[in-house]
């Protein structure tokens, strides 16, 4: 258990509404990470955070917004949800380990829209 | 283009008998490769980092080997527990923090 909790865990909404997801972390960690699911495409890293306020994009982040204002949050927002944003969300952390560092990842928040 | 395929995508299996999966991957200088195991309805939970070629990792009934182009995921004597998805990632040298993961093998045990 790396200490991760998501919220909500389970949301539905409509098109054209604005979403937000939090992931919150107790042990510190400098890095966090937002991946979204789907089937036959596996994880996908949406962007990611390498300090508070410091922000980067990943290879599926049209669409999306990340704020990182404190070290144990970083927030998830679909600006104008989408059909095809239906999807599970998972946030991770990275932890090192030697000479790699290890991603640990949250329970998931299972988004729909309508 | 870093890629990761996993086969096969399900694999049914007795209890005790046991059986590989295998993650190919091509990536520009491999800095690791990680598995992990996914219950439906959880998150990835780690189970091995292989960083070089020849190197191999055991954990309970699960052992991970590393080749230059591939790893594999052994299941000595699995039991009906061991039922989840695995997921293989690598991370490449200069990408540092993105993780490329595989599809997943859906493994199911039976007793």
């Known amino acids: 258990d790396a200490g991760i909790t998501q919220s909500p865990r389970h949301k539905v909404t409509e098109t054209g509404t604005p979403v937000t997801l939090r992931c919150h972390q107790t042990e510190n960690h400098r890095y966090m990470y937002w991946y979204r699911q789907d089937p036959g495409h596996g994880l996908r890293l949406i962007h990611y955070s390498y300090g508070v306020k410091d922000t980067d994009k990943g290879e599926v982040s049209d669409g999306y917004s990340v704020s990182r204002s404190k070290t144990e949050d970083f927030l998830l927002t679909l600006e104008s949800a989408t059909s095809s944003q239906t999807s599970v969300y998972f946030c991770?952390?990275?932890?090192?380990?030697?000479?790699?560092?290890?991603?640990?990842f949250g329970p998931g928040t299972r988004l729909t829209v309508l | 283009e870093d890629q990761v395929t996993q086969s096969p995508e399900a694999l049914r299996l007795q209890e005790g008998e046991s059986s590989s999966l295998n993650c190919s991957y091509t990536v520009s200088g491999l800095r690791g490769l990680f598995w992990y195991r996914q219950d439906p309805g959880k998150g990835p939970e780690f189970l091995f980092t292989?960083?070089?070629a020849g190197e191999e990792k055991e954990k309970e009934r699960l052992k991970a080997t590393l080749t230059k182009k591939e790893s594999f995921l052994h299941i000595t004597a699995p039991k009906p527990e061991d039922s989840a998805t695995y997921l293989c990632?690598?991370?490449?040298?200069?990408?540092?923090?993105?993780?490329?993961f595989g599809t997943g093998t859906l493994l199911a045990v039976q007793p």
């Open positions: 292989l960083y070089s």
């Open positions: 991770a952390i990275t932890d090192r380990d030697g000479s790699t560092d290890t991603q640990y």
């Open positions: 990632a690598v991370q490449a040298a200069g990408a540092t923090n993105k993780l490329i």
